[in-house]
C-alpha cells in the first residue's frame, strides 16, 4: 500500500509563505496524480492543487496565483509553495494520490492531514 508523508504544515503570518511536502513511501505502485486538498473547521474537504505524472496542474480559484505545485516523478513527491497566505487558509491540509498496479485498477489514498495555520 502506498504510505503518504506529509510535512511543512505551522503558524505563519498573513502575508507570509509555506510550503507543503508529501512523499510517497515503500510503494511499489504507479502512482499517477498527487495532489492537495484542505478542510476548514465546519467546512467540507476542498481541492487546493493537483498535478499529473506528466505535469498537468489544477488550481482552486481560492489560491491560483498565491500556490505553485510540484512533482518530482523519480522520488514520488509532491510539494506546494503558498505565498500571500491569508486567514481563509487556515485548514487542515491533506496529501492525495492516486495509484495502482502498472494493469491494475487505480485506488486513492490520502496522508494524515498537516495544521496549517495563518494569524493576523
Known amino acids: 500500500q502506498v504510505q503518504l508523508v506529509e510535512s511543512g504544515g505551522g503558524l505563519v503570518q498573513a502575508g507570509g509563505s509555506l510550503t507543503l511536502s508529501c512523499a510517497a513511501s515503500?510503494?511499489?505502485?504507479?502512482?499517477?496524480?498527487m495532489g492537495w486538498y484542505r478542510q476548514a473547521p465546519g467546512k467540507q474537504r476542498e481541492l487546493v492543487a493537483t498535478?499529473?505524472?506528466?505535469?498537468?496542474?489544477v488550481y482552486a480559484d481560492s489560491v491560483k496565483g498565491r500556490c505553485t505545485i510540484s512533482r518530482d516523478n523519480a522520488k514520488n513527491t509532491v510539494s506546494l509553495q503558498m505565498n500571500s497566505l491569508k486567514a481563509e487558509d487556515t485548514a487542515v491540509y491533506y496529501c492525495?494520490?492516486?495509484?495502482?498496479?502498472?494493469?491494475?485498477?487505480?485506488?486513492?489514498?490520502w496522508g494524515q492531514g498537516t495544521q496549517v495555520t495563518v494569524s493576523s
Open positions: 492525495k494520490a492516486i495509484a495502482g498496479e502498472a494493469y491494475g485498477p487505480r485506488y486513492r489514498y
Open positions: 515503500k510503494s511499489i505502485f504507479s502512482i499517477d496524480t
Open positions: 498535478i499529473t505524472s506528466g505535469g498537468s496542474t
